[in-house]
Nanobody
Framework: QVQLAESGGGVVQAGDSLRLSCAASGRTFGRYGVGWFRQAPGKEREFVAAVTWSGAGTNYADFVKGRFTISRDNAKNTVYLQMNSLKPEDTAVYYC??????????????????WGQGTQVTVSS
């Protein structure tokens, strides 16, 4: 069992940066793939980025390539999402997710086993 807790959200202006953190409980966290999803008001939740258990493999949604970077520190049981050049359309609740294979970092929600409660990111124009 893994419990995930997101932090780092807030209100920023367009063009600013934020770093989200996903802290996990459990000694096996380093074996899990971890991803970020987001859900804007009135929209379905969508995939943002993911990283394999080692950090060697990543997967990004096209709309964040070149702006967002996912990374992890297994010694700290934490995964980060560095978000640069934020746009108003990035406004959403951002969720952290974990999957048990360590490598199946897909965009499909059904492939993810554990979810956090989310953190709000608001980007004003």
């Amino acid at each position: 069992q893994v419990q995930l807790a997101e932090s780092g959200g807030g209100v920023v202006q367009a063009g600013d940066s934020l770093r989200l953190s996903c802290a996990a409980s459990g000694r096996t966290f380093g074996r899990y793939g971890v991803g970020w999803f987001r859900q804007a008001p009135g929209k379905e939740r969508e995939f943002v980025a993911a990283v394999t258990w080692s950090g060697a493999g990543t997967n990004y949604a096209d709309f964040v390539k070149g702006r967002f970077t996912i990374s992890r520190d297994n010694a700290k049981n934490t995964v980060y999402l560095q978000m640069n050049s934020l746009k108003p359309e990035d406004t959403a609740v951002y969720y952290c997710a974990a999957e048990m294979t360590g490598w199946r970092i897909t965009s499909a929600e059904s492939d993810w086993d554990y979810w956090g409660q989310g953190t709000q990111v608001t980007v004003s124009s």
